[in-house]
């Protein structure tokens, strides 16, 4: 009996330091447990926050690339809006390019024109001189026989130059029908409005007419338009800027003024050798048709 119980002692005794050792043990691992929870959630959180940096990395990165694409778009729309603003200046260079060289052509042409008609003059003032002409001939520009069928088919001549050259130089539509002499009451006042036209858009001369006559009678009409011309070119061979004023019933006046009211420069008159034309030189030029 005293064995039992001793040996029970024992025992108990051994459970109790077994017990005192696991709980020993057991206070180890929970600490280190909760150490490495501790550690774990401390990592976790780290995780989070540069998960939560890199998600704003991420939306910088999208916004970014969203603006890329904007400008990549804004510059795309404006290389096609530069395109087509080189393709129309290139063009309007063209354009212009040929305006010019028809302007030069026209130009060459008015000068050989007019060494034409310098030479024809000569040689009608030559002939003139030497008795060929009578009192009341006309020298300028083409020789004006002022009645008759050769003075009718002269201003059919002069006529169907006008046209074309209202085509050519002044019609905004060039091949659109018709001509502006078929329903016009003074075909002189026309066929002179267009010869300024003319020069304006070929030459760039500052030139516009004032007329105030009365209808020209079939006699005089070629004449009075030679000698418009021959003012019109020598008011544009002028830089300042010049009115043809054009007056009267029986005998008509045609004067060349400044348009901004200074006088105009040294302008030569047309030579003549007809008692009919009267010229003047004052405050411009002066060149009047008479009648008889």
């Known amino acids: 009996m005293p064995v039992a119980i001793a040996a029970l002692a024992f025992l108990a005794a051994a459970l109790a ?4 050792l696991v709980q020993r043990a057991a206070r180890r691992d929970r600490a280190d447990a909760q150490a ?5 959630r401390r990592e976790l959180s780290e995780v989070r926050a540069t998960g939560e940096r890199h998600r ?3 939306n910088g990165a999208r916004s970014e690339v969203s603006a890329l694409e904007d400008r990549v778009r804004s510059a795309t ?7 087509n603003e080189l393709q129309l200046a290139r063009t309007r260079a063209a354009a212009a390019r040929t305006k010019v060289s028809e302007r030069d052509a026209r130009i060459e ?5 007019r060494a034409d008609l310098a030479s024809r003059l000569g040689a009608a003032e030559s002939a003139a001189s030497a008795g060929g002409r009578n009192e009341t001939d006309v020298v300028i520009g083409e020789a004006v026989d002022l009645d008759g069928p050769r003075d009718d088919a002269l201003w059919q001549l002069e006529i169907a130059r006008s046209e074309r050259t209202w085509r050519q ?4 539509n060039p091949e659109a029908g018709g001509s502006p002499f078929e329903e016009c009451d003074d075909p002189v006042r026309l066929a002179v409005e267009i010869e300024a036209a003319a020069l304006r858009e070929s030459v760039g001369a500052h030139i516009s007419v004032d007329w105030q006559a009365a209808p020209v009678e079939p006699a005089r009409r070629h004449l009075i338009l030679r000698v418009a011309q021959e003012m019109l070119e020598a008011a544009a061979r002028n830089p300042e800027p010049a009115r043809l004023v054009v007056l009267g019933g029986g005998e008509v006046t045609m004067h060349l003024e400044a348009t901004d009211g200074d006088e105009l420069g040294r302008l030569v008159p047309p030579r003549v050798t007809s008692r009919l034309i009267e010229a003047r030189e004052e405050s ?3 060149l009047t048709v008479r009648t008889e």
């Open 77 to 83: 729309a404006q290389e096609s809006k530069l395109e």
């Open 169 to 172: 130089n002044v019609a905004p």
């Open 56 to 58: 704003e990395e991420l």
């Open 284 to 286: 411009g030029l002066s």
């Open 109 to 113: 042409a008015l000068e050989a024109e």
């Open 36 to 40: 490495q929870l501790g550690a774990l």
């Open 17 to 20: 330091v077994a017990l005192v």
